[in-house]
Every structure is written in structure tokens, then in C-alpha cells.
């Protein structure tokens, strides 16, 4: 069965550093995958997916994941942390085509920022 | 658009009660889903469906019941609450199947005491 890791499950960082929150998929052949947030007592909302083609994807409030076929991750970063990223992260797979009847997430990552 | 909605926002139970958590979306969304959310578990998929009339099981099924009468709305019912369904309840849909963007309602948090 697809399955997902987030290493770390807290990660804190300075505002304006670095922020890299890492995820690796299971499947040999690749999923799709996702980036989801979550804001304190809110659901959840997409960040960013791969699905095919460029394996480096942008997404909204300037984070980005590049996907790696060789070492089956998709890491999520952002340049510049900011106050307003604290958040709950989490990375999801999808198998593709018909296998693809879930999306299985990963237990998350808590950020953290401090000023 | 409402999107996703989701009632109530907070329940408590007594074990061994039964009630309905209610979902509705009004994107014409043909793929739903129920997932619960404990902590350092991340969240688990319950039931999903690709279609009114069509559910499936997801990971953790036992406890749960559900149906699907119509696109719109995508109730899940608790049998016979147990303390160990407490969490917090989301429901989620999209276009037509799990690998599209996935969009969330605002939860409900269950306490079975």
C-alpha cells in the first residue's frame, strides 16, 4: 500500500530562514503528491501538487517541493520564513489512474517561526 | 459558493450514542471523503465516494457508516460512539477523484465521553 513519511515532526526556524520540510514517498512507480497547510482550528488547503512534467513546483506564498525520482522525496521549501508560515504541513500521495481512489497523508510537521 | 460546509463544529457524546456528522458541497464535486485527525497521526481516510450512489472504505472504517443519495451531501454516521472516536472530523471533495486538489471543510471536533 502507498504510504507517506514526513521526517521531523516539529521544526523550527528563525523569521527569514530557511524553511525545508522533508517528505519520501513508497511507491516504485511515482505518485502524485501533494503539500497541504493547515492554520490553527482551520482545514485544510493545497500549497502545491506534482503531477507530471516539471519536477520543480511552485506554489502559493512562495513555497516550493521538488520532486526526486531517485531518492522517491518531495521536500518542501521556502527561502524566507515568515511569522504567518506557522502552520501544520502535511504531505499526501495519490497513486495514479484508477489505482488512485485515496489520497494518503503523511503525520505532519508543525513549524514553527520565531522572531 | 458555500464549498465544503460541515455541522456541527463541536459535539459531545456519551459512549454508546449515535449520531450523524453532516457534509455538504455545492461545487458539483463528484469524489468526497471522511478523514479523521488525531494527534501525531496525521489524518486517516474513513470512507470516501467517487459518485452519488458509490462509497468505498478507506483505512479506518470500523465504527463508521455512509451513504451517498445525492452529489451534494456526504453524511457520516456513528453507530455506537466509543471514546476512542474522539477527534476531529474532516470532510473533503473534489472534482472527480482523489489525485485532484482536495478541498477541506472547517472540521468537527467529537468528544465521546
Known amino acids: 500500500a502507498q504510504s507517506v513519511t514526513q521526517l521531523g515532526s516539529h521544526v523550527s526556524v528563525s523569521e527569514g530562514a530557511l524553511v525545508l520540510l522533508r517528505c519520501n514517498y513508497s511507491?516504485?512507480?511515482?505518485?502524485?503528491l501533494f503539500w497541504y497547510v493547515q492554520y490553527p482550528n482551520q482545514g485544510l488547503q493545497l500549497l502545491l501538487k506534482?503531477?507530471?512534467?516539471?519536477?520543480l513546483v511552485k506554489g502559493i506564498n512562495g513555497f516550493e517541493a521538488e520532486f526526486k525520482k531517485s531518492e522517491t522525496s518531495f521536500h518542501l521549501t521556502k527561502p524566507s520564513a515568515h511569522m504567518s508560515d506557522a502552520a501544520e504541513y502535511f504531505c499526501?500521495?495519490?497513486?495514479?489512474?484508477?489505482?488512485?481512489?485515496?489520497?494518503?497523508f503523511g503525520k505532519g510537521t508543525t513549524l514553527s517561526v520565531s522572531s | 459558493n458555500a464549498g465544503v460546509t460541515q455541522t456541527p463544529k463541536f459535539q459531545v457524546l456519551k459512549t454508546g450514542q449515535s449520531m450523524t456528522l453532516q457534509c455538504a458541497q455545492d461545487?458539483?464535486?463528484?469524489?468526497m471523503s471522511w478523514y479523521r485527525q488525531d494527534p501525531g497521526m496525521g489524518l486517516r481516510l474513513i470512507h470516501y465516494?467517487?459518485?452519488?450512489?458509490?462509497?468505498d472504505q478507506g483505512e479506518v472504517p470500523n465504527g463508521y457508516n455512509v451513504s451517498r443519495s445525492t452529489t451534494e451531501d456526504f453524511p457520516l454516521r456513528l453507530l455506537s460512539a466509543a471514546p476512542s472516536q474522539t477527534s476531529v472530523y474532516f470532510c473533503?471533495?473534489?472534482?472527480?477523484?482523489?489525485?485532484?486538489?482536495?478541498?477541506f471543510g472547517p472540521g468537527t471536533r467529537l468528544l465521546v465521553l
Open positions: 473533503a471533495s473534489s472534482y472527480n477523484r482523489a489525485q485532484e486538489t482536495q478541498y
Open positions: 465516494s467517487v459518485g452519488a450512489g458509490i462509497t
Open positions: 499526501a500521495v495519490s497513486d495514479r489512474g484508477q489505482a488512485g481512489t485515496a489520497l494518503i
Open positions: 511507491s516504485s512507480v511515482p505518485p502524485y
Open positions: 506534482y503531477t507530471t512534467g516539471a519536477t
Open positions: 461545487m458539483n464535486h463528484e469524489y
